[in-house]
T-cell receptor, first 111, second 115 residues
Framework: KQEVTQIPAALSVPEGENLVLNCSFT??????LRWFRQDPGKGLTSLLL?????REQTSGRLNASLDKSSGRSTLYIAASQPGDSATYLC??????????FGPGTRLSVLP | EAQVTQNPRYLITVTGKKLTVTCSQN?????MSWYRQDPGLGLRQIYY???????DKGDVPEGYKVSRKEKRNFPLILESPSPNQTSLYFC??????????????FGPGTRLTVL
């Protein structure tokens, strides 16, 4: 059964720092991997989607990488801002269009 | 405005009293899904639907039913709610044509408490 983990569970950094969030999955047979952010009391917002054949995707200050063979993905956030404070979740899509989510990393960017 | 709406947003009920949480999207999306989010367990998929009249079980379907009679609506039905179904529920949709490669849009969530 596919399991997704995320490290660290929580992270606090000063504004302006670059940071890396990690996502690991146990079964490399995935179709794609997505990164989401969730603000307190709200739904999820899609950030980046990486197909299984891709190595990375970029959107603004965000860069996500995927190493399918080793079961890892990273989300790199450059020049962090207080507005980046949220919980970041990764999710893998399996063959039947079903998803398995990680537990999330709670990020606090301090002014 | 493109959106996914859920109703109600908050619900407190008692064990065994049937309830329905509605989900509606206005983007003509084919793929719709229900998740529950619990502390320490993260987001888990309950059911999903790839199109009208096509539904499949996710990781935690027990105690839930869904229906997809029309493209825009995907209600979640709890026939006999129990306290372990107390959770935060999210509905999501995406175009879904290319095996779910499209962006998923999430509803605002429904916080359900079963006493």
């Amino acid at each position: 059964k596919q399991e997704v983990t995320q490290i660290p569970a929580a992270l606090s950094v000063p504004e302006g720092e670059n940071l890396v969030l990690n996502c690991s999955f146990t079964d490399s047979a995935i179709y794609n991997l997505r990164w989401f952010r969730q603000d307190p009391g709200k739904g999820l917002t899609s950030l980046l989607l990486i197909q299984s054949s891709q190595r990375e995707q970029t959107s603004g200050r965000l860069n996500a990488s995927l190493d399918k063979s080793s079961g890892r993905s990273t989300l790199y956030i450059a020049a962090s801002q207080p507005g980046d404070s949220a919980t970041y979740l990764c999710a893998v899509m399996l063959g039947g269009q079903n998803f398995v989510f990680g537990p999330g990393t709670r990020l606090s960017v301090l002014p | 405005e493109a959106q996914v709406t859920q109703n109600p947003r908050y619900l407190i009920t008692v064990t065994g009293k049937k309830l329905t949480v509605t989900c509606s999207q206005n983007m003509n999306h084919e793929y719709m899904s229900w998740y529950r989010q619990d502390p320490g367990l993260g987001l888990r998929q309950i059911y999903y639907s790839m199109n009208v009249e096509v539904t499949d079980k996710g990781d935690v379907p027990e105690g839930y039913k869904v229906s997809r009679k029309e493209k825009r609506n995907f209600p979640l039905i709890l026939e006999s709610p129990s306290p372990n179904q107390t959770s935060l529920y999210f509905c999501a949709s995406s175009l879904g044509i290319l095996r779910g490669t499209d962006t998923q849009y999430f509803g605002p969530g429904t916080r359900l408490t079963v006493l």
